[in-house]
């Protein structure tokens, strides 16, 4: 099975965690494909196919329960950067969203 011919390309997530979130020493876990990796807060930067639709899911794990779950498909045509804010309390969900300059008109 040869996977030279897989085009990719990279893919930027800013993990966000708001100031006053009540948890504290929890790192978020990313989901890419199905396929889950430990993450940290802040900027970062993954592979992903160049030519197909990728889920993206962010989710957070206190040792009892998963909360902040969210998720986004990534089209090939979406830009190649993304937001996951974080929920301030241990439940609820999160939110994913592509991440657009500040001058930018929606």
Same mark, same amino acid.
């Given at each position: 099975?040869?996977?030279?011919?897989?085009?990719?390309?990279?893919?930027?997530?800013?993990?966000?965690?708001?100031?006053?979130?009540?948890?504290?020493?929890?790192?978020?876990?990313l989901?890419?494909?199905?396929? !889950?990796?430990?993450?940290?807060?802040g900027?970062?930067?993954w592979?992903?196919?160049?030519?197909?639709?990728?889920?993206?899911?962010?989710f957070?794990?206190?040792?009892?329960?998963?909360?902040?779950?969210?998720?986004?498909?990534?089209?090939?045509?979406?830009?190649?950067?993304?937001?996951?804010?974080?929920?301030?309390?241990?439940?609820?969900?999160?939110?994913?969203?592509?991440?657009?300059?500040? !001058?930018?008109?929606r």
């Open positions: 099975m040869s996977t030279a011919g897989t085009a990719t390309r990279r893919i930027e997530l800013t993990l966000h965690k708001p100031w006053f979130a009540l948890y504290g020493r929890i790192k978020p876990t989901v890419i494909a199905g396929r !889950g990796q430990p993450a940290q807060w900027l970062g930067t592979q992903v196919p160049a030519d197909e639709t990728v889920v993206v899911g962010v957070l794990f206190n040792r009892m329960w998963r909360f902040g779950q969210a998720e986004f498909a990534l089209e090939p045509t979406h830009p190649p950067a993304l937001r996951y804010s974080a929920p301030a309390l241990p439940f609820g969900r999160g939110r994913i969203r592509p991440n657009t300059p500040m !001058g930018s008109v």
